[in-house]
């Protein structure tokens, strides 16, 4: 198994039905390591909270975080290095089921996302935040000041001058007059 770059685990029994917060934090190396798999120049910062707390029986595992990170991203306009910050709540459920996954999971946009399976009796929570913080970084990250203005779309009218190109319909309608 990899191990993510970002780790902590924590097994399940050390949960209950009763909330249990951890509060984590990257290190240099792990930063560093995140700043390579999100393909950013710099991660400066991770910190999260998190409660876990065990639901259905214990049958299912439901995670609150709040995830605060700082980042260094590259502007898309000047790809000049961009200071940016995440701070969001996010949530997921795991399932303690063994057995087999189906065959195919249909999910719906409008849906919450089918619990993920437990693995080795452990969640992690460390990966958690990490997968949380690649989907909550601003995709097209912008310096200040800095806008994108397209290139104006030029009609075929406008098209340069030069030699015309035949139509190849008006080369066919000729070739059959011949015909």
Known sequence: MIRPEFSRLIP???????????????DAKERTALAERLGVPEVRAVRAEIALRLAQGGRIVLLRGRLHAD????????????????DE?????????EGRE????VVEMD???PPEPVENGQVDI??????HLALAMDPFPRAAGV?????????????????RRPN?????AEHRKKV
Not at 89 to 97: G, K, P, V
Not at 102 to 105: F, G, L, M, N, S
């Open 71 to 86: 980042l260094v991203q590259y502007c898309v306009v000047t790809l000049d290095p961009v200071e940016t910050q995440v």
């Open 111 to 113: 849906e919450d996302d």
């Open 126 to 131: 460390g990966e958690a935040a990490a997968e």
């Open 147 to 163: 806008s994108y203005e397209p290139l104006p779309e030029t009609a075929d009218s406008e098209a340069p001058e030069g030699p």
């Open 168 to 172: 190849p319909f008006e080369v066919l």
């Open 12 to 26: 399940l029994d050390r949960l209950s039905s009763k909330e249990k917060t951890f509060t984590i934090e990257a």
């Open 102 to 105: 189906p065959a195919e999971v």
């Open 89 to 97: 709540e996010f949530t997921r459920s795991y399932s303690t089921a």
